[in-house]
């Protein structure tokens, strides 16, 4: 899907928002998305695609919305950063750096004090670790045992800044958050089998009452940190490294460990690829037919009339 969306951003220029792809960051989306119910409610940050379509998000809503139009997720105001289909589960997204990170551990603590079985998940990057934000989501979430599930997908890299640079050698971000007192595990996040494992012991672990988890998922994105390009000619990470990650595609990697139990996967994989892209044209067809919102609408939405 990803995929395809890309290429129509660069050829075209029709999509004005900002895209941060998740292509290479598909298990951490599927296997999380997949251990939740609809009730439970998933906020991401700006790479927000592959959750919102993981969780069920609508995909015509997703296109619409990417193509500023009315009929989009976010009725053409937000574009790519600002996604949401609550019918889905999917809660939101947003620009500003672990900024929904608090709004999860918010969101978990009102399911708990109105005694709902039911989890907030959140995710973010290596990068937005390093807001205060996050240190003080986790110090609340411990203390008031919210049921929130903090997912990082840690792709090495916050834009062109390697992990490495940024923080001391031998420490962790499971590491900070045991500190904090919230239970975590590190998992391969490209191996899809092992996030959703993860991802359901993590969402129990919430629901039975034992309060927040954090999940660190080890993952990579192939493309440049905003946009449909490969950046192996920025200058901040060698094609020698993109290869290595590339070659450990998680789509790839599922459909292997499949293979010896389903004879038929790389057929039905070929199916869905086939089934996928026609799906992804006729939603950008039907988008592109859809009305701009209007003027007179501009301020709909942005204020809540006071009650009298
Ligand atoms: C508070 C804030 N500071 C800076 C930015 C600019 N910015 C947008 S994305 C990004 C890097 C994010 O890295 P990470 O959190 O690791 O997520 P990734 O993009 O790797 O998925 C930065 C610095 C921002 N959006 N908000």
Redesign the pocket.
Known sequence: MEETLADYYRDEQEIRTPV?FSIG?EASAVGVCAATTPQDWVYT???SHAPYLAKGGDLDALVAELYGRQDGCAHGRGGSMHVIDQAAGFAGSA?????MIPVAVGTAWAFARNGEARVALTY????????GVFAESLNFAAVHKTPVVFVC???L???C?P?SARQPAGTSITGRSEAAGVPSELVDGNDVFAVHAAAQRAVAHAREGHGPFLLELSTY?WRA??GPDWDHDYGYRSKEEIDEWTAQCPIVRATAALRAEEPDIDAAVADWRTRFEREIHQSVDRAKALPFPSVDGLLDGAYLPLAR
């Open positions: 941060h960051q940050s700006h790479r620009a500003i750096l672990g900024e973010f990057g290596d990068g937005a670790t390093e807001e997908e840690n792709n890299y916050s834009a800044s992990l994105r940190h905003v």
